[in-house]
């Protein structure tokens, strides 16, 4: 790798982590000249760097007016739920036609050991990184890798919102019937898949992704009150 691949893909990868968690506000206005200064790094590279995060979704371009953070709202947010609902949607289509028994087993396995630990885990972050695993683990089984990258893309641009949704929950005092609900879920869905059933997985998994989805009004409220009035 050149010293400027490098010093792309060190900006880039800096930038994306900030832009996941809305460390620029949405829709702010990202000083180029600034960030040039924080990275180390010439206008080129920065710009290349910000033209990815543009083609995937994290950052919007404006002619003659410059890179922004994305919008942050809950149509946004509504819609990024139902495309990941296709996208594991078409997955289990094509799992259940395709895939091997024993990779199957595979994901079992991985469940298996992923609820010995839900069940004591008390980072939020660790938590939705276990869920998101499994649903990954579970899309791959399509052998489609172009899915599975889209899939990984829309999960990074929920991924602010979702952690919100455990801090509530947890606020609360019943994430730990969340934990047990997702574990839960996984297994059935994971469990029409051993069986073959297309039906019971999809209506399983829709019923999974669905009932988050349907917070997106106040998980935004949230969202926007903890970026402006941080506690």
């Known amino acids: 790798m050149s010293k400027s691949e490098g010093s792309v893909e060190r900006a880039y990868e800096a930038l994306r982590k900030m832009a996941i968690d809305f460390e620029f506000k949405p829709g702010e206005r990202l000083n180029e000249s600034a960030l040039t200064k924080t990275f180390e790094v010439s206008r080129t590279p920065l710009r290349e760097a910000l033209n990815r995060l543009v083609a995937e979704g994290f950052l919007t371009f404006d002619l003659g007016r410059g890179f922004f953070c994305r919008p942050l709202s809950p149509d ?6 139902q495309l990941r609902c296709a996208l594991e949607t ?3 289509n094509r799992t ?4 091997d028994d024993q990779k199957i087993e595979a994901v079992v396995s991985y469940l298996d050991e992923a609820e010995k630990l839900y069940s004591v885990c008390t980072d939020l972050n660790e938590l939705l990184h276990m869920d ?7 899309a791959s089984l399509s052998g489609n890798k172009e899915l599975v990258r889209l899939l990984c893309n829309v999960n990074e641009r929920i991924r602010y919102v979702r952690i919100i949704n455990l801090r509530l929950l947890r606020d609360r005092r019943d994430t730990s019937d969340y934990e047990h609900s997702s574990m839960s879920q996984h297994r059935i869905i994971l469990n ?7 039906h019971e997985a999809t209506k399983a998994l829709r019923r999974h992704i669905e009932r ?4 997106t009004i106040e998980l935004v409220r949230v969202a926007y009150s903890q970026l402006y009035v941080p506690s």
């Not at 259940?96 to 895939?99: G, L, V, Y």
């Not at 029409?192 to 297309?198: N, S």
């Not at 988050?212 to 917070?215: D, G, L, N």
Request: aromatic share 6%; hydrophobic share 45%; no cysteine.
């Open 76 to 81: 946004k947010i509504l819609e990024l739920y």
């Open 132 to 138: 998101e695993e499994f649903h990954v683990k579970l």
């Open 96 to 99: 259940i036609e395709n895939a």
């Open 212 to 215: 988050r989805s349907e917070q």
């Open 192 to 198: 029409a898949v051993k069986a073959r059933d297309l």
């Open 90 to 92: 078409e997955a289990l």
